[in-house]
Structure formats: C-alpha cells, structure tokens
C-alpha cells in the first residue's frame, strides 16, 4: 500500500465518502481510512437508519462525478415542506404551512435517500478510481505537520505522508484533536429516534414537520416499502422520554408514533429497527489549520432540522474543490486553508444559529408557550417574501 498521497481522508462515513469520490474523479491521489468498514446493507446490525435529503445545490456537486447517476434511481423527491403546529390541547392540526419548491425552482427542494444506501452507492463507485485508496478497518491516531505536509500516523502501525489532511472524522474528530482545535457544544438535554415506518396514506413527496413539545416529528418520503407507502421519520423528544419510547413494546410504540403523527397518514407501522441518537449543536472554532481541513461533523454538529446537516458537508467539500482546482500547486498550503475558512466560518456559524432557535421553539412545553408559537409561525410564514427567503436560505441559495 501506497505510504503517500495528495489528500488523506480520515472518516470514511457518507461525507468521508463523497470527498474521496470527488476527489478521486478530480484526479486527485486519494487515500480514505475509516476504523469501522461502512455497513451496507439495510437490516444489517449497526446500519445507519437515518436518511438524508440531498438539496439542490448538492446534487450539483454529486451529478459531474457521478454519484447522482447512482443515487437516483432510489431517491424520494422532496418537492412540498410542510410545517405542521400541534401544540394544542390535543394532538391534533391547528396551523399548517406548506412550501412548495415551485415557489422558487423548476426542480424538487431536493431528493431523499437512506444513509446506509448512499454509503453502498458510495463504496460501489470507489471501485471504479484506481487512484483512490479506500483502507476500511484503518484509523487514524496522530498527526504531525509542517508547512510542506502532514505525516499521519494509522492504528495498522503505518504512517501516511500527504499535502492535506481531510478530517470527516465525526463529532469526536481524532484529527482535529490532533491539530488542537477546540469545539464548542451546546446540549438540548434531547434524543432522536430514527428509523422507518409504512403508512396507509400516500405522502405525496410532502416532508412533513410536526411541532407539538420535546422537537419536532419529521416524516420524510421514501418510495414505497413491501408495496405501501414509506417514510423515514425522525422523532426528537427530552432524553427521558425518548429512551422510554425507545425501549417500549412495538405495539405500544406503533400506538404513540402514530398519536404523535396525529394521524396524518394513517396508523404508521415500523419498517424497521429503531435507532438514537443525543442531539447537539457543536462548532469547531476554525475549519481549518496546518495542512488540515475540517469537514462535516468533525467541524459542525447541528440538530437535524431542515436537511442542513450533510448538505453543509457537501457545502464544504464544493469550497474545498474549488480552492483546489483553482491553485493545484497549492493543495493544503496556508494560503488555501486560510480561504477554506474564510469561505466556510460565517455560514456555518448563521446555519447553526438558525437550527438552534428553531430546535428551542420546537421543545416548548408550556401551553401558552406554544400558542406564541403557533402565532408566530402563522404570522411569518403567510408572508409570501418571507417564504421565499426562508426556501432561498434552507436549499443554500445566496
């Protein structure tokens, strides 16, 4: 195996993944390390039931290299967001806001796929770039750089040489705390379920976002499971409750999901394990330093409201790929890493701060709380302008 390269790629999840892919397609010496090899397979213990809505802007990165061509055939569109409040007495509809991608595009806001899918897609492609190394069941441990190149040291006992060092190595990143850079976390004191559901009534390519207490409940479309109609949900709920809903019987937990639901699409039945997660916002205080760049969730964590949280890494890469491509000569140099972060700092930081307020909206408790809510919500998003910015801002259009 090869002991040097242009870009080491610690963290070979979803977003790991794709920068090599991209890279790779590019022409770039690439090698990838991951210390767990990426599960593959649906019902596979361990696989990563969540799905992620990959946005416009996004696709554009996936289509040149192509992965879209891949990734299409399985992909759910999104083309109406719907934000439900149901935050009184009962669980039921009292306001409901739809936003129709037609408002602002000829195209769907974006197109659903379940992670364990995508990381298939991903792996499968990765065959076809002999200058991608892909070292599944290798980790990184340390780093060590200069102004001329990283040397990264591998739990295999080997050491790599290479001009950058990409770390999409998660939210405990062994690479950026290598480099020394610091995080900062905010806790919600909540958990996400994921997982998937079959339900009686179509979706219809609606996303639907339900706020009652604890975080919204999301059901996001897939195509259709064993012959009915399926989505992938995502239930944010206070710890406690989340893990009681976690460990409960499957008829019981039918019963509140589809409660929860208010009843929207039927009774939901599971289509599949449940997973969890805690939920945090975590911001690295820079994106880049010496010969690293951070990317995904080694640089930004944030509660998984509004398809944000891959497509801000597929964000990142594009600025990496850009800078890239336009001073090859300069791969990881300080020049190039300095502009990194100029270009990725304050969107991250706007992003974040965004999802957080929405995150805290969604948690309120208390009644007359929720009525303000609702309130607000009605007031904002019946004003067509608003709309439009919030659409513009929530597919990354400038």
Known sequence: MANSCDILISGGGVAGLTAAVVFGDAGVDVICVDPAPPITVRDAEG?????????????????????????????????????????GARPEPRIVRDFNASEVSDQPFGWNLPNWLLRRELV??????????????????????????????????????????????????????????????????????????????????????????????????LPDHNGHPSSAVVWMEHGP????????????????????????????????????????????????????????????????????????????????LDLALARPEG?????????YHDARIRDVALRAQGIDLLNRASMLDARPLRDARAAGLDALYSLKPVRRTLMQMGLGVR
């Not at 039945?269 to 690295?284: F, G, N, Y």
């Not at 010969?291 to 509660?303: D, F, G, W």
């Not at 791969?331 to 502009?339: E, I, V």
């Open 124 to 221: 499968a492609r990765l065959t076809d770039l002999p200058n991608v190394d892909f070292r599944p069941g290798t980790g990184t441990t340390s780093l060590f750089t200069r102004q001329s190149e990283a040397r990264v040291g591998l739990d295999d006992s080997s050491r790599v040489k290479a001009r950058l060092v990409i770390a999409a190595d998660g939210r405990d990143s062994p690479m950026r705390q290598a480099a020394g850079i610091d995080v900062h976390t905010t806790r919600y004191g909540q958990k996400a379920l994921a997982f998937a559901v079959n339900h009686s009534v179509p979706h219809e390519n609606v996303s639907t976002e339900i706020h009652r207490s604890g975080g919204p409940f999301t059901l996001v479309p």
């Open 241 to 320: 409750r989340a893990t009681s809903l976690f460990q409960m019987d499957q008829p019981d937990f039918e019963a509140e999901m589809t409660e929860r639901s208010c009843g929207l699409f039927g009774p939901l039945t599971l289509a599949s394990r449940r997973t969890i997660w805690p939920i945090i916002t975590q911001k690295a205080d820079r994106m880049s330093g010496e010969r690293i760049a951070l990317m995904a969730e080694s640089a930004h964590v944030v509660p998984p409201i509004g398809a944000q949280g891959l497509n801000m890494s597929l964000a990142d890469l594009r600025a990496l």
């Open 47 to 87: 696989a990563d039931l969540r799905t992620t809505a990959i946005l416009q802007p996004a696709r554009d990165l996936l289509e040149p290299c192509g992965l879209w061509d891949r990734f299409a055939p399985y992909a759910a569109p999104l083309q109406v967001m719907r934000i439900v409040d149901a935050g």
């Open 331 to 339: 791969l990881g140099d300080m020049q190039m890493l300095d502009a």
